[in-house]
């Protein structure tokens, strides 16, 4: 039971660690491809999903506050990575999470862009690109469970050898 706990703890906090990172990249994307649009100044706007009002300060700051974290996620990551602090195959993780928030955030741009008349993209974008952030997140979800629980080892229990003696489980 300790150890279903154990890892219940270190998949959580995973799970935790990959839902940030996914919300972290669509805010990214979301300031850096900026407002879509192809209406002419004057002219009444349609939209899919009517954009939320944010103010392009906080809109901006948001943005920028989310590049540096991931960029020094990435980074620590890295080191970590280096340093042999963590399994190289959590590389197999990263990648899919900032592409799957890239994609969300893509969608969302997509969907509240301002048109006349319908928004056929909008569709599109949910159509395609909704399966794909989908995928890569569940990919992701799968390669960190798997990781996750790999690394919770039993605990060290002696072991009797032929001649009686007890001997400790090897470290390794």
């Known amino acids: 039971m300790t150890n279903f706990l154990h890892w219940l ?7 935790l660690g990959i839902g940030a990172f996914t919300v972290v990249n669509a805010t990214v994307a979301w300031w850096w491809i900026g407002p879509q649009g192809s209406v002419p100044p004057g002219t009444r ?4 999903v009517q954009p939320p009002q944010i103010a392009p300060g906080v809109e ?35 990648p899919a999470v900032a592409a799957a928030g890239w994609t969300i955030g893509l969608i969302g741009r997509t969907v509240t862009a301002a048109v006349i008349g319908a928004n056929i993209g909008a569709g599109l974008a949910v159509l395609v690109l909704g399966p794909l952030a989908v995928a890569l997140l569940l990919w992701s979800a799968v390669w960190a469970a798997i990781l996750v629980r790999s690394m919770v080892r039993p605990p060290s229990r002696p072991r009797l050898t032929s001649t009686g003696v007890y001997l400790a489980r090897s470290a390794a």
């Not at 706007?45 to 899919?48: E, G, K, S, T, V």
């Not at 020094?72 to 959590?90: D, Q």
């Open 9 to 15: 703890g270190r998949f959580t906090v995973g799970a």
């Open 45 to 48: 706007a349609d939209y899919a």
């Open 60 to 94: 901006a700051a948001a943005g920028v506050f989310g590049l540096l974290l991931a960029v020094a996620t990435v980074a620590v990551l890295g080191w970590a990575t280096v340093t042999r602090r963590i399994s190289a195959r959590w590389w197999l993780v990263v």
